[in-house]
């Protein structure tokens, strides 16, 4: 009897074990969903699982900088306004326009087909396209005073 709660046990352990990691999904669109409500969440080991090595290296970089934040004043609930993804070979481009709790923008998110798996790529560089007419009014208005001042 005690052999067979033993062996038993083992054997629930190792259907554990075995157990298959939960499928990743297959769109470009839905990898952006996927990845984009890890990033939200701050799990960056699962949206590492969803990104090319460039981008993991950057959300490696992004986690030791959470590390100083309290983790409720990082977290973010992003929707999406709109999702349009065009493939190109191995590349999609998908942009999309997203609303969080503090804004509405404009983002591309670039993935990389390897081995039938899209994944996230690290951008070239952050564009944002903000709906705050203000916010380039005020850079105008800044650089206008810079060229005064070196007028003067």
């Given at each position: 009897m005690k052999h067979s709660i033993i062996l038993l046990g083992m054997v629930v352990a190792l259907l554990a074990a075995c157990k298959q990691q939960a499928e990743l999904p297959k769109t470009p669109e839905e990898v952006v969903k996927a990845y984009q409500a890890y990033y939200d969440q701050n799990r960056f080991d699962e949206a590492k699982a969803l990104s090319t090595l460039a981008e993991q290296s950057r959300l490696d970089n992004l986690a030791k900088m959470m590390l100083e934040q309290s983790s409720?004043?990082?977290?973010?609930?992003?929707?999406?306004?709109?999702?349009?993804?065009?493939?190109?070979?191995?590349?999609?481009?998908?942009?999309?326009?997203?609303?969080?709790?503090?804004?509405?923008?404009?983002?591309?998110?670039?993935?990389?087909r390897r081995k039938n798996q899209w994944f996230i790529d690290a951008p070239k560089e952050v564009k944002y396209d903000y709906d705050i007419p203000a916010v380039d009014a005020g850079v105008d208005t800044l650089f206008n005073l810079l060229d005064v001042e070196r007028e003067q």
């Open positions: 409720d004043s990082t977290q973010l609930t992003t929707s999406f306004l709109s999702l349009q993804c065009r493939t190109k070979g191995d590349s999609a481009f998908c942009q999309c326009r997203c609303k969080d709790q503090y804004e509405t923008y404009n983002i591309e998110f670039v993935l990389l």
